[in-house]
Structure formats: C-alpha cells, structure tokens
C-alpha cells in the first residue's frame, strides 16, 4: 500500500477543504451552526437584560441557533445604526424605539407576518406602536413593549408641607415652589437629550401647541400655545428648579430623585424601580401620580420600543424565529414583561391589565389611564424620518434652554421655526 | 578513430531562494517591498475614508439611500444653521484657548523636569500618565467631578470657602462648560507638550548657558536668548500637531457636554457625528468635518515651511 506522507496529506486535505468552501461560498463553521447576533440597548431595568440573556441561551438550547446579544447605551443606538446601514453590516436583529422604522424604513424587513400572529394572540399593538413601527402599510419592525411616563414624586414632603398632588402644570409650579425652599426641588431636565422631549411634549400638547401639523409638513412651533408653554418653563427654572437641569443627562432626574435631592420628576417608574432594587433609603418614600393637565387636556409620552430585522442580514429566517420565540408564548411574554419590574409594559391591547402592574401599589398611576392621550414624539404629526430628525436634533430643547437661560420667548421659538424648517426642507 | 569527451560546461539556473537574495540586495526593489505595507496601510485607513468622505461631503448623502452630487450645497447651507455658526466660533475658542495654555504651561513644566529632581524618572514617567489613560475613561472621571449632584470641585471649593453654595454649574452653563473642556484638553495635551520640549531642552549643548552666563546673562535672559530661539523648531512642530488634535477633539466633548449647554461646546467633530450619525445625514455631516480642511491645510504647509527653514 502506497505510503502518503505528513506534507502531501495537508496539501490534499487543505486544497480539497478550500474548493469546497469556494464551491459552496459558505464557511464550513456557518454551514454547520446557525448564528444571529442581536444589538439591544442598555435598559433601563437592568434585570430585563438580564432576563433577555437567559431567554437566548434556552432559545439556543430549544433551536440549536446561537445568539449573541450586545447592549450599547441608549444615546448611542442612532450613531450605531448609522454606521451599521452604512456599512451593511453587523448584526442581524436591532432594537428600535420612536420612529426608527421610518427612518430605516429601506433597510428593514417586513415583519407582517410576525405582528399578525402576535396580534391574533394578544390583540391589537398600540396604537403608538402601530404609529412607530407600521410605515406606510408594512410592520417594519414588532412592537415589543412600550415605557409610559408618569409623575414621580417623593411622598414624604408632599405629607410633610401639606402639598396637594399635582392635577395640572400650574398646580405643580405652586408645590414646586414648596419643594425649592424646602431644598428638594423639581428636577425636569432642559438639555439635549430625550428625557426633555418626553416632559416638554406633553406640556407643549397641554397647552395646545405642537411642533409639526397633522400634515407632516407645515411647521407650528411658533405659536401663542408654544409661548405659554415656555412662559411656564421660565417660571419653573427661576423658582422651582436649579440651574443643574441644564447640564443633566437621561440618567441625572432619575439619580436626584433616588439620592433624595429632588422631590418630583417627570420619568417612568425606573426611579423607584432601581432605587427599590439597590435598596436605597429614599424607595419607601418614592410614589407615582397621574401626570399633570393643562388646558387642552392631559398628554402623555408613550415610548414604544420593537425588534427590527435588517435586510442586509443574511439569518433573516433564524432572526424571525428568535422574535417568534420571545414574544410569541404567552408565558414566556409574560416572563420577559416580569423582569422589567413595570418599568416595560405589554404592547399589546388584551395584555393591557397586566399582573406586573399589580406587583406593587406604587404602580397604581400606570392604571390609571383613563383621560390620558399617549403619543409618541412628534405627535399629531405623522410619524415620519423627518419628525425623527427634529427630535434627534434637540431643537426643542434646545429652544426652552435658550428661553430660560436670557433669550427672549419670542427669539427662542424663531430660532426653534427656523431650525425645524430647515429639516423639513432638507 | 580516436573519441575524445568534450565537457560541457551547463549553465544551471540559480536556486530561488538566491535570486530572491539577489533580487533583495537591489536597492531599487527592496525600498518599494519595504514601504509597500505602510503604503497600503495608508491607502485602505487614510486615503478611501478622506475620499470617501469628500465624496459625502459634495452630496446628498442620507444613511441607506441612494445619493447624487449637489456641488457645493451642503457647505453654503451650513452656514445657515445657527448651531454650525456657534461650532465655528467654539473650535476657534477652544483650540486657541488650549494651545495657548498648553505651550505655556508645557514649556514651564518642561523646564521643571530638565531641573536635578528627586525621583526625576518617576516624575517624568507621572506626568505621562494623563496621556497614556484612554481619554474617554479619563473624562469619565472629570464628569464625575463636574457632575452637578456629585461635583468634589464644588464640593472642595465651598469646604474652602472659594465657592458660593450652590458653586458653579460646570457643564450646565456656557462659558463654564467651555472652561470644563478647555481644562480637561489640556490637562490631557500637556504631557505631549512637555515631554516632547524636554526632549528639545535636553539637546541644547550646555557650553552655550556657559557662555551665556560669562557674559552675564541671567536666567531670563539664558531663556530668552539661548532656550526660545534654540527650542523654536521643535516648538512649531508641538504647536502644529496639537492645533490638528485640538480641532479634531471628539472625546472629551463628547463625553462631558455632549456639545450642550445649547451647542455651545460642539466643535466640527461632535457636531458632525450628530448630523451626519444620529439624524442620518452624512452628507451634511461630511462637510461639517471637512470645512477647516482647507484652513488647516494652509496653517500645515506654513508652520512645515517654517520648521524647514530653521532646519536648514
């Protein structure tokens, strides 16, 4: 029998491995082992991450298809994206919260198929996640849960100096001026970041003021509506604010309240939440209130957030069973809205009585709904990639920073009309 | 019949490997095989991005969809935004505020290290260290002291007695977050300042402070007319790459203000990255980055033609 030797059995094995691969265009390792890779943000309920984990390693276990999940911190998902687009590449599933779809409405897939079935199981999505996720006709991505604001405050000092809990924005200037001389402090931030938007919305809205008409295109944010609303937020910062506001981040309302500085915020239920988790002094004395009113009614932000699946992936099919997997069982739905501690809530109309709501009495302001219009930003304007833009933009922001720190109201909603025009031009 | 061999001297080929070494021992080859990698280098990281970014810059560019050249659009239109305005104004602020505190200061420090210290190779060794942290876990740490709930600046200037309560709201309020980055820039530039004039300081020969100091020249006077003149090369080339870093600073603005309080502490990078990343349009974030280009082009070729002229 002819002997082979060590060096022609690598050369024949390797050139023979080698014009497989070539033939087949696919890596022997991704032939064999199914792999997706999903890119989530940092939540805000840390344990909801956590649960994710383990819900992909039993989602491997049932599937045999590996996943790998990145977080990255919420300020920094539209840079990624973008680079991600750019590039067409990186992973194969995204989280995606506002209007995302519609500004990468190219670049996803259709997920019709997978909200139907959602839809058939738990009732209709939101109509804020329908709004965000459903661009001109078609899922671009599926709904997965949404983050309702409310009135945080701490109990304690509204007991101690007799406040009366705030039904409007100018109940809350009067206790606000309370709360300053006793040392605590409203904390709304007034900075470039997306916690200022979802307080200055819904008080833009209960004033009556908008930025962008129902028609996606005229400009309104520079209207007698818009002007009250920055007269009101003159008046909180010079009496019942501090200064600091202007320099926070998403983070920093929360941080106030849980270190016992603040004595309101406007930030869904994750203060508590973590101070609650951290076992922090200040937890027993957190509670919740329906958010304030105003003229023209009392609005809500409502932040929706799905799972998108780009169309560059090339695991869309194993991507669709990972999103079937977690949101299509109802236990493990149910598992996965748990972990977040009421900080995410079910997306969906039949689960809207959620037992998670029930786990604390504290969370008593999430049920009680009734009068409340949720938007999402940018409403009543359609959602759209350019309302995205404005958001994106801080322009809001920055107008009531600029309002409040010497500009005049009338110069400060100028600028703001230019700057969004010019978006809506662009 | 008489035969006679006749032998035939056959001309063998030389091995490979000889004419490989043959090949290798002409200057004319090995030079290119030599620089050829960093070449490629350049072409793939320095090259395609510029020209990439170039093309962006002259066109409609939106993350994901198809784009079209628009000529000059996008950099007449800049000027039209009042946050491009206040980013023009602010990079010119806080790069001539930082390099002006950066030369002084590293030139004074420098001089300190050139002294006869105690431990002088851990000082000098120290004082790099600002410079080799990574400079976005470094400004973690300055946040945290700016922090308006946690600020330990304000917190030691009002246990002084130099602060009035509250203290100020360091990245809350303009001119004090412009003053928060400019000093994180140059607590993390001074390092390269000063050891790159040390390096100067140490070449200049020692018979000419001699000399200086025979003829009755002072120590201001030994700085003035032997230091200066004899550390200016090296000094413009310091001044050149920290005025191109400085410009280009992304990180610490990033990181402390996200270019708040009302823009006020974007420069073209930052203000570039929100554009052209976080609302998709990298055409228009293209031209942001690339609109002193030409400024700095000139203020390169000057200060190299500067450096040459002292060279010679």
Known sequence: MASITRRRFLTTTTGAGLAGIFAAGIAPARGQQREISYLCWNNFAPLMDKKLDEIAVRFTKDTGIKIKIDHIAAPQQAAKYASEVQSQSGHDLVEMRMHFPWLYEGQLVDVSDIVGELEKKYGKALSSAGETARVRGTWRAVPQYHGMFVAAYREDLFKKASLKIPDTWEDLYVAGKELKKMGHPVGIPISQNYDTISTAGPVLWSFGGLEVDKDGKTVKINSEQTAQMVEWYKKMFRDCMEPEVLSWDDASNNQSLQQGKAGWIHNPVSAYIVAKQMKLPTADTINHHKTPGGPKGRHETDVPRHIGIWRFSKNIAPAKEFIRYLLGTRERYDEYIMSADAFNLPVYENLQNHPVLKTDPKYAALLDTKGVQYHCYGWPAPPSDKVQLITNSFIMPNMIAKAVTGTSTKDSLAWAENEMKKVMAG | ?312
């Open chain 2, 1 to 312: 019949m008489a035969i006679s061999t006749v032998d035939i001297a056959v001309a063998r080929r030389p091995s490979l490997r000889a004419r490989i070494s043959e090949l290798l021992d002409r200057e004319e080859w090995l030079g290119p095989i030599f620089v050829s990698p960093a070449l490629v280098l350049l072409l793939l990281l320095v090259a395609y991005p510029f020209c990439m970014a170039l093309y962006f810059s002259v066109s409609n560019a939106f993350i994901g969809r198809p784009s079209h050249l628009i000529g000059l659009r996008n950099f007449i239109n800049l000027w039209q935004s009042d946050a491009f305005r206040q980013t023009f104004q602010n990079a010119f602020v806080f790069c001539g505020a930082a390099v002006a505190a950066k030369l002084v200061l590293g030139i004074s420090l420098a001089l300190l290290l050139d002294q006869q210290l105690w431990f002088k190779r851990l000082i000098r060794g120290a004082v790099l260290l600002p410079w080799v942290i990574p400079t976005a876990l470094s400004t973690l740490g300055w946040w945290w002291m700016f922090n308006s709930l946690y600020s330990v600046v304000n917190w030691t200037g009002l246990a002084l007695g130099i602060m009035d309560p509250p203290g100020p709201n360091w990245l809350g309020q303009k001119y004090y977050a412009m003053a928060a980055v400019i000093i994180v820039n140059i607590w993390r530039g001074l390092p390269f300042f000063a050891i790159t004039i040390l390096a100067g300081l140490v070449a200049i020969p020692k018979e000419l402070y001699e000399a200086a100091e025979a003829d009755g020249a002072g120590p201001v006077a030994r700085f003035w007319y032997v230091t200066l003149p004899l550390l200016k090369g090296v000094l413009a080339i310091v001044v050149l790459f920290s005025t191109i870093f400085t410009f280009s600073e992304f990180n610490i603005v990033f990181v402390l203000t996200h270019g708040g309080p009302i823009n006020s502490t974007h420069l073209f990078a930052t203000l570039a990255r929100q554009v052209g990343l976080e609302t998709g349009r990298i055409g228009e974030g293209a031209a942001i980055s690339l609109y002193l280009f030409p400024v700095l082009m000139i203020v390169v070729w000057a200060q190299l033609r500067f450096v040459r002229k002292q060279a010679y």
